[in-house]
Nanobody, 126 residues
Framework: QVQLVESGGGLVQAGDSLRLSCAASGLTFSTYIMGWFRQAPGKEREFVAAISRSAGATRYVDSVKGRFTISRDNAENTVYLQMHSLKSEDTAAYYC???????????????????WGQGTQVTVSS
């Protein structure tokens, strides 16, 4: 079965960096758009970043542009989210997700994603 396993979360101070990883198994990784989403307590899950199947295209929510970078290694079936200059408002559970696609480069819609990981907590203290 398909599994997405996130790792790399933790407690950091404002201004610090973290790199999240998401290891995928049970799917042909290179045929899936990969995305990162986050959910803060009391808030709805929101799109953070997405990357195309070949890593040629990326998309970010405005609030993380210039601070976060999504990347993927199709040989390792892994997607990453490098986060710099973390802020307290970045505190959330971060989820990776996979969306099968033959044509689209990226997708920001939660409902379009086929598979989800269990999440990893990122807490930024100010």
């Amino acid at each position: 079965q398909v599994q997405l396993v996130e790792s790399g979360g933790g407690l950091v101070q404002a201004g610090d960096s973290l790199r999240l990883s998401c290891a995928a198994s049970g799917l042909t990784f290179s045929t899936y758009i990969m995305g990162w989403f986050r959910q803060a307590p009391g808030k709805e899950r929101e799109f953070v970043a997405a990357i195309s199947r070949s890593a040629g295209a990326t998309r970010y929510v405005d609030s993380v542009k210039g601070r976060f970078t999504i990347s993927r290694d199709n040989a390792e079936n892994t997607v990453y989210l490098q986060m710099h200059s973390l802020k307290s408002e970045d505190t959330a559970a971060y989820y990776c997700a996979a969306r099968y696609s033959r044509s689209r480069d990226y997708d920001t819609a939660i409902s379009d994603y086929d598979y989800w990981g269990q999440g990893t907590q990122v807490t930024v203290s100010s």
